[in-house]
């Protein structure tokens, strides 16, 4: 939510000549930050520099990677994790897939679903919206790792889940070890088991086009319901603080001129929570691609690598298979695609100049005939008392 | 605004009893994953394995409970929670409004760039700090101890924006005030200004209550002996087994249950003010 708190309101830059009852500023300016800077500097800049130079390094983890015995390998490390050939770039290629759907489920998912509770919630009076907020929530405060204990026990076989599948007559799936593609199943059903020779004998990244595109596993779509459930909350709040920053006037007068709620929530009140879908998104994505509690806890990569994602492959790289350069490079390409994501996004979501964003004040344009109501809405006034009067007698005839 | 039942015409009112009902099922769709938890974990192995969805425990036994704080290190584990998060919150309140004081009202050269720098910091992903960390954590020789566990979260860039953000908002003259007075910049910060910043400070508390409550990766690549084991890591290491043969599922949810408890009480308590951290930390 701080990601808010927007960088881009400058430094407040006060007039006048410094006073003499102000000369120690400087210094308590740089000592009032010093603790920040430090534990920042050496907990964060260091370490990254310090990376950096592992993934151009051998260290084998033994020692200290600035020590003389450590050699530069130049891009060996970013070589073998994208085109090396071997078990590094086909493991890689893999938790790139995995992430890929990951993202491309959980993303639009958790943005719809939050944006579908806060308009709801929206809508309900006062009193039952703080009860709705709270149970939507709540699951955003838990730790991830207590989320992923009892997502293990409602998706495991003789679970909630498929107890419940049972009870509709559906044989569920054996959750978090079936690493079967969803598409890939889905096409099972069909009759085809088997890719075209052009996707299965081609691919990028150590796995062929047709393994591309088998789609979450089984095991990795329990946990896009998990990120789903928990990440939504959060998402809806600040879709709520968005719809709450809206004024009704717009929308009143669009209901005066025959609008219904399902145009006047996509010509109206989307375009007008732009700036709130574009943190969600970008927060959605970022969040997306840094998977690594639900996946330590839960499956550790398995079944059949399907939960593997780059996040936890660069943790196991280093600290489990002692191959540190590899963990580093795979960290630091992960980095690049969450900043290069991000860029896009903003990118995409600018694209459209802010004039046309301006909402419309002109109901008029909308569709006439509907009295005096429609005048007094178009003025822009608080149009909510004098003009929904005429409506309410309207429909009490 | 308008929106109460009350003079709304027939055709709305079956929309609001739709709406009502929508958000009521909902509800109980987020709510009742938790429910199964807290049931589950008063089941026995084989309740919880036959009937999965009761939310009644049938026979109840405490027996999950028991041989958690009996008869395993979780004691210790939530002891090292607490312990680790009690730091790290003190640390984070004095530190972040300390900065954010600083950067809101003291005027110094360098002021840009170290605003700039935050905001560098802020766009770093936490992941990809996970083997870094471990690297100098190690390089400084305070790997496997509470010092490398507690400094390195000490401080937050976000926490710093909420408190810059806040001492921006609220008058100045009480503290020039003060300074005419004859008090020291410190003095200004700890007695006057600080007593006024509650709201956001209660704010940091929070998040950094939950953050350092719930974090995993950190303890992952800082500590590894068993007494250093946090919350987090224990009971993830609970999911993957090694406590026990079988699935025991009511221990491990126990355990997630007791986990959860905490956060949930803070929440709870300070329902209004964390669901007001997206509108602005600030309250007049």
């Known amino acids: ?397 | 605004m308008n929106r109460t039942a009350r003079r709304l015409p027939r055709r709305t009112l079956a929309w609001q009893v739709a709406l009502y009902g929508l958000l009521i099922l909902l509800a109980l769709v987020y709510v009742y994953p938790f429910l199964v938890q807290l049931a589950t974990s008063l089941k026995t192995e084989a309740d919880a394995a036959a009937d999965p969805v009761s939310l009644v425990p049938n026979p109840l036994t405490w027996a999950a409970y028991g041989r958690l704080f009996l008869r395993s290190d979780f004691p210790v584990w939530f002891a090292n929670s607490a312990v680790v998060t009690v730091l790290v919150t003190t640390g984070r309140v004095f530190f972040d409004s300390l900065a954010g004081y600083a950067l809101a009202r003291l005027r110094f050269r360098g002021r840009g760039v170290v605003y700039a720098a935050l905001v560098a910091v802020m766009a770093v992903p936490t992941v990809v700090l996970l083997i870094p960390k471990f690297l100098v954590i190690n390089q400084l020789g305070i790997y496997d101890s509470y010092a490398g566990m507690v400094l390195p979260l000490l401080v937050d860039a976000a926490g710093v924006f909420i408190m810059k953000n806040f001492f921006e908002s609220i008058p100045a003259s009480v503290e020039e005030q003060a300074r005419i007075d004859g008090a020291g910049t410190f003095r200004i910060f700890w007695s006057v200004v600080l007593p006024m910043a509650r709201p956001a400070l209660v704010t940091i508390v929070i998040l950094s209550f939950q953050g350092s409550w719930n974090e995993l990766s950190h303890f992952i690549v800082a500590a590894q002996s068993p007494e250093l084991t946090t919350l987090t890591k224990g009971v993830a290491s609970l999911a993957s087994g090694q406590l026990s043969q079988g699935s025991q599922y009511p221990i491990k949810l126990a355990a997630a249950a007791i986990m959860t408890i905490p956060v949930a009480v803070v929440f709870f308590v300070f329902q209004r003010r964390i669901m007001n951290t997206s509108e602005g930390a600030v309250k007049e």
């Open chain 1, 1 to 397: 939510m701080s990601v808010l708190a927007s960088p881009r309101d400058a430094m407040p830059r006060r007039a006048g000549s410094p006073r003499g009852i102000r000369h120690g500023e400087a210094l308590a300016g740089w000592l009032f930050t010093l603790p920040v800077l430090l534990i920042l500097g050496v907990f964060l800049l260091v370490p990254v520099l310090m990376a950096l130079w592992v993934s151009f390094s051998d260290w084998s983890g033994r020692g200290s990677p600035l020590s003389s015995g450590v050699g530069f390998v130049g891009l060996d490390n970013y070589a073998a994790v994208t085109t090396g050939g071997g078990l590094a770039e086909r493991d890689f290629g893999i938790a790139m897939r995995n992430n890929a759907w990951y993202v491309l489920l959980v993303v639009p998912l958790q943005t719809g679903l939050a944006l579908f509770l806060a308009v709801l919630v929206n809508r309900a009076v006062l009193r039952g919206r703080g009860v709705f907020r709270t149970a939507f929530y709540f699951p955003s405060v838990t730790s991830s790792v207590a989320i992923t204990v009892l997502w293990l026990f409602l998706f495991s076989t003789s679970g909630v889940v498929n107890a419940i599948l049972a009870r509709v007559g559906i044989a569920g799936p054996n959750w978090f070890n079936d690493p079967s593609g969803v598409l890939h199943n889905l096409l099972g059903a069909l009759g085809v088991r088997s890719g075209p020779e052009a996707l299965t004998q081609h691919g990028f990244l150590g796995v062929s086009w047709w393994d591309w595109l088998a789609g979450p596993s089984v095991a990795m779509s329990a946990f896009v319901v998990m990120a789903i459930f928990t990440t939504s909350g959060t998402f809806m709040l600040l879709f709520i603080a968005g719809l709450q920053n809206i004024g009704p006037d717009i929308d009143e007068a669009a209901m005066m001129d025959g609008a219904n709620a399902w145009q006047r929530f996509w010509r109206i009140t989307l375009p007008q929570l732009r700036p709130t879908l574009f943190t969600v998104l970008t927060l959605g994505l970022i969040g997306c691609w840094q998977v690594f509690d639900q996946i330590y806890t839960g499956t550790q990569g398995g079944p059949g690598k399907t939960t593997l994602t780059p996040a936890y492959l660069s943790y196991r790289s280093a600290f489990l298979s002692q191959d540190w350069g590899q963990g580093a490079a795979i960290a630091f390409i992960l980095f690049v695609i969450i900043v290069l994501l991000t860029i896009l996004q903003r990118w995409i979501l600018r694209e459209r100049p802010d004039v046309r964003r301006r909402p419309r004040r002109g109901p008029r344009k909308l569709t006439g005939g509907n009295g005096p109501g429609v005048v007094e809405a178009g003025a822009g006034g608080p149009a909510g008392g004098p003009a929904s009067e005429p409506s309410a007698k309207e429909d009490a005839r």
